[in-house]
T-cell receptor, first 113, second 117 residues
Framework: NAGVTQTPKFQVLKTGQSMTLQCAQD?????MSWYRQDPGMGLRLIHY???????DQGEVPNGYNVSRSTTEDFPLRLLSAAPSQTSVYFC????????????FGQGTRLTVV | AQKITQTQPGMFVQEKEAVTLDCTYD???????LFWYKQPSSGEMIFLIY??????QNATEGRYSLNFQKARKSANLVISASQLGDSAMYFC??????????????FGQGTRLTINP
């Protein structure tokens, strides 16, 4: 059981480039979320989804797009990378029922130069 | 507004001692959930323990227990008999409306715990 898988683990981008961070879960969870963690800080919610076709903004959504075409996948797109988006990105999933834990991926460390 | 406050940036504890990590929260929603996660130096987020706002008993998971004081809006993590492997960053988090699932967690800034041999 792989759980929540994020790819890539590390990425360096130039300012203005675009890219997609991938997130996949094999637990058939309805809920998925993206967070960013800046140095010395807790995680902050970027976007979340309660099911396929349904997404909503979190605390820090600017500069990011998401879509959820399947239950399993929840990619995060950076449209035009900026140095302020240098961070560690975590994807998480949780079930709609028995919702006492959010399962996190291993994280993607992104550096924008 | 929902907020989690962890007032201890760092703590140093002797091995085998018990340690309490503080967490206070603020929410106006009645049905919330409180979580503690451990983040070792390798970076992954490891779930430790969960407490629901309507749970009558304090949650326990092995060496971890959650001291839930609803009137004070506090949810402190207690680690008994600390081990060197407990050295990590610890985050308190809240789902403001747990009925809708653990999808919109609000995190505190974390406490870095160091266990000394």
């Amino acid at each position: 059981n792989a759980g929540v898988t994020q790819t890539p683990k590390f990425q360096v981008l130039k300012t203005g480039q675009s890219m997609t961070l991938q997130c996949a879960q094999d637990m058939n969870h309805e809920y998925m979320s993206w967070y960013r963690q800046d140095p010395g800080m807790g995680l902050r919610l970027i976007h979340y989804s309660v099911g396929a076709g349904i997404t909503d903004q979190g605390e820090v959504p600017n500069g990011y797009n998401v879509s959820r075409s399947t239950t399993e996948d929840f990619p995060l797109r950076l449209l035009s990378a900026a140095p302020s988006q240098t961070s560690v990105y975590f994807c998480a999933s949780s079930p709609a029922i028995g919702n006492t834990e959010a399962f996190f991926g291993q994280g993607t460390r992104l550096t924008v130069v | 507004a929902q907020k989690i406050t962890q007032t201890q940036p760092g703590m140093f504890v002797q091995e085998k001692e018990a340690v309490t990590l503080d967490c206070t929260y603020d929410t106006s929603d009645p049905s919330y959930g409180l979580f503690w996660y451990k983040q070792p130096s390798s970076g992954e987020m490891i779930f430790l323990i969960y407490q629901g706002s309507y749970d009558q008993q304090n949650a326990t998971e092995g060496r971890y227990s959650l001291n839930f004081q609803k009137a004070r809006k506090s949810a402190n993590l207690v680690i008994s008999a600390s081990q060197l492997g407990d050295s990590a960053m610890y985050f308190c988090a809240m789902e403001p409306n747990i009925i809708q699932g653990a999808q919109k967690l609000v995190f505190g800034q974390g406490t870095r715990l160091t266990i000394n041999p």
